[in-house]
């Protein structure tokens, strides 16, 4: 049972991973702001504010990836983390960049999210399909899953 | 060996699937809420300390739930976690209608996570039970869990 | 499948319960801060801040720990993620005993969470190898991980 389960996870591993080194770099920042400055300046609040979005969406996120990956299709979904996590990097790089005035929002990622959320969904609703109805999609979809992910590249 | 991971698991994923529907419900909220006002008002305090305190609960409900949902029962657990995307819901707007005197404080939903807990707990004693004595209680407990959970919809 | 299943993640499961008493320990005292001075006072800001670092870090420690238990060996990882909860628990009292000048900083138990991030990636590596070059070293490794844990002993 071992193998087969590694074969179906070790993307979504590695992309879990990746995200952890993510999360260690944010806070590293953090930290170092917090001793450099000891008074809570604005430079502190950018990056604590900017560490604060990133780690609200970050449960949500590492959710539907799993689910997305063992539902459906692994490689999609790894891929689609893999672009949060690029986007992710970008938010955090552009949220300290902006003058106080302008800050890029709350969000970011929606369509990332939204599509790994589509494919825990379809993966789920096939299931019940092939359960019920005796009729399995599985490789036309993982087909269709595959060539959509591509779109997740353009900007 | 897919189909019976799935067969598992496939209600669990629908509630965390509808539990990421509701996460981005809130921070669309705060979005909105940003945007509209620029100055940090009292509403938009208000707004994003009641995202704050659902998502500060989120990454222990999730885990509770998979855990309880794979060690026990899914059906109950999967009920349970429904319930308690709907006692999140009502704190949230109870939250957002209060006046600023009372808050309807920072804990929500302990009925239903110590539900959950107890499966989980439950779950891993007689896992150990069956694999050193050879007595596993699982059918009655399961029955027991599955009764149980209907005690969840009392107010 | 259930029994073989269980056989592979109940520590996982008990040190994840653990966590989850810990985190319902530590908003306890949040709450009970929260009702007893209305004001916001700086022992109620000392309190909350040491929550909010710690809930900060749980959704990366649980990712990291599963992964780690799961594509290498489970008892070192459990026994890791016990540790943690030590250093967690030091932090939150250190935090709390804390004068207002001197907090621990932000972060904690990094040796800890490096451990189990090498883990994973050893583990995901180690499948690798074995599925493209045919060589497994699974069991010297899980050797040399159940020693190398027991350094995480060490202050």
Redesign the interface.
Known sequence: ???????N??LL??V??M???Q??FF??K??KE??THNAKTAAFERVYCA??NC??????F???MW?AG??LSQAPAAFAGLMYLVARQKYFVGYMGQTSQSTP???FGKRI?SFL?LM??V??VN??L??YFATDYKDYIQTITKAASALLLLP
Chains 1, 2, 3 share one sequence.
Do not use: W
Request: one cysteine or more; glycine letters at 4%; proline letters at 2%.
């Open positions: 049972m071992y193998v087969n389960v590694m074969e996870i070790f591993v590695l879990t991973l995200s952890a080194v999360n260690a806070a590293q953090v930290e917090c001793k560490t604060r780690m609200d969406a970050y449960p949500t590492i959710a539907v689910c063992i539902c929002g709350y969000l999210l959320f825990s969904f993966g789920v299931h019940l092939a359960h």
